[in-house]
């Protein structure tokens, strides 16, 4: 009687391993797809929370908007919108797709230091008023909606560290809108809403002037991984 082999043969276990090479290789990119799509979900819930901060404070205030300074702690964005108690978690003032913050050497309780390293506002010292057009309009008089005037984004440094400021001109490599989300970066608006934007989508919209006087077309390039 012949004797039943239980044993694999070197081809055969040769083949189950470039089988299973080629199924991991199909995986592996839907995973980080599907890991990515998650990400991007999770930083527009957090801005669709943050623009609902943004219009209660606005709403408190006549219109108006802190924004952002290049200064101290103080004159962050994310620190009256903490002090009007509109938001207590500064996580949901930050992309959960960069990883590089530097919190870890704050306080647990330190809100206040933690919001230097938030989403980036289009920044002005003074802060911006919305009463009345003036921001609706570019330097040829043509009119701007609400949904087209970007107030913030994912932002980082040239050293890709997360900062609150956002600067949508050709100039300066701080807060610039960073291509995190595979080839977008999520924006959010005057009105509210946010969007998932390619670089060239990002340019054909326009920001509120720093010095105070309309709006300006947007001229910055993303800063990529």
Known sequence: MKQQ???????????????????????????????????????????????????????????????????????????????????????????????????TSYQPDDFDTEVAETYGAVYNDAGFDFRGTKYLYDSNNKQISPTQLVLGACAVDSDKKPVHLLNLSNTAANGKPFQIHGNFCNIFFLDGHSESLQEADLQKKFYPNQTGTGATRIAAEFLTE
């Open 5 to 103: 082999r239980s044993n694999f043969t070197l081809t055969e276990l040769l083949a189950v391993i470039a089988i299973i090479a080629i199924l991991a290789g199909l995986l592996i990119p839907a995973i980080n797809g599907a890991r990515v799509r998650a990400k991007t979900a999770a930083c527009l819930s957090n801005q669709k929370q943050v623009t609902a901060f943004i219009n209660a404070y606005m709403n408190e205030e006549n219109q108006y908007f802190m924004s952002a300074g290049a200064g101290s702690i103080w004159h962050t964005w994310g620190y009256p919108l903490h002090r009007r108690n509109l938001v207590q978690d500064v996580k949901v003032l930050r992309c959960p797709a960069i990883v590089n913050y530097s919190s």
